[in-house]
């Protein structure tokens, strides 16, 4: 009986770490206090005020702040894959040929064009569970009332 106590404790204790960042994302953040953002500047304001809501809320969830690197979508795409950046916020079209080698979030904001939608998104890096989780959680709250629909 004790035996199956200690095992069910171990397993309990070996739980805590779950979801896991193989590369660590999510403990750099909390431990450097920077949040790498990638920004991709799309026409006017679509995605503006979702991003900020969203970049606030986990700043005040991570205690880290956003240090932002604003750029085109591909290069900045490719340091997220790096692990130069956490984060990439942008408007993307769900045919982009990155889809299937990064994360993504709920979509924060919607816009639509006659029959096409473009959605905004904040951007991970496959694999960095914790974090990943962290990031949906925020966006889901920060998410624009028509975001999604």
């Known amino acids: 009986m004790k035996i199956l106590a200690l095992c069910c404790l171990s397993l309990l204790v070996a739980c805590d770490a779950l979801p896991r960042d ?8 909390g431990h450097n206090g920077v949040m790498r953002v990638g920004l991709v500047r799309g026409d006017g ?7 900020a809501r969203l970049l606030d809320r986990l700043s005040r969830q991570t205690g880290a702040h956003p240090a932002i690197r604003p750029g085109a979508t591909e290069p900045l795409f490719q340091a997220l894959e790096r692990g130069d950046l956490d984060l990439v916020l942008t408007p993307l079209d769900r045919k982009s040929p990155w889809m299937t080698r990064v994360s993504l979030s709920p979509p924060i904001a919607t816009q639509s064009y006659k029959d096409n939608r473009l959605d905004y998104y904040a951007v991970m890096r496959n694999g960095e569970n914790r974090w990943i989780m962290t990031v949906e959680s925020a966006a889901r709250a920060a998410a624009d009332p028509g975001a999604g629909r």
Do not use: K, V
């Open 22 to 29: 193989p590369a660590g994302s999510s403990d750099a953040i």
């Open 45 to 51: 304001d679509f995605g503006r005020a979702a991003a």
